[in-house]
């Protein structure tokens, strides 16, 4: 059974860098051909796919986001980490892990998800 966990600060200042990390666990992000993303839903809006990185290492960002957004990994942790920089009130969202079987955008294609974790961005 793979589990997916998020974990960062709860909170950040505007134009600071929201850093999250997400551990696997039942599974190894290294395994062909699984892809892992992140992907995030503001209040009263819908799921967002932000960027993934592939079990080769690949990264490929949401065009709105690319500027702002880098996902890298580390294998001997089994963990995948998002960098989102100049953040304002607008990136407030609770943001997820998930892992899909290749590289897709379509929410739905992902079977496992993290919980979830809040992320506020406030002074």
């Known amino acids: 059974q793979v589990q997916l966990q998020e974990s960062g600060p709860g909170l950040v200042k505007p134009s600071q860098t929201l850093s999250l990390t997400c551990t696997v666990s039942g599974g190894s992000i290294t395994t062909s051909y699984y892809a892992w993303s992140w992907i995030r839903q503001p209040p009263g809006k819908g799921l967002e796919w932000m960027g993934v990185?592939?079990?080769?290492?690949?990264?490929y960002y949401s065009p709105s986001l690319k500027s702002r957004t880098s996902i890298s990994r580390d294998t001997s942790k089994n963990q995948f980490s998002l960098q989102l920089s100049s953040v304002t009130p607008e990136d407030t969202a609770v943001y997820y892990c998930?892992?899909?079987?290749?590289?897709?955008?379509?929410?739905?294609?992902?079977?496992?998800w993290g919980q979830g974790t809040q992320v506020t961005v406030s002074s």
């Open positions: 990185i592939a079990y080769d290492g690949s990264t």
């Open positions: 998930a892992r899909a079987y290749t590289i897709v955008v379509v929410t739905t294609s992902y079977d496992y």
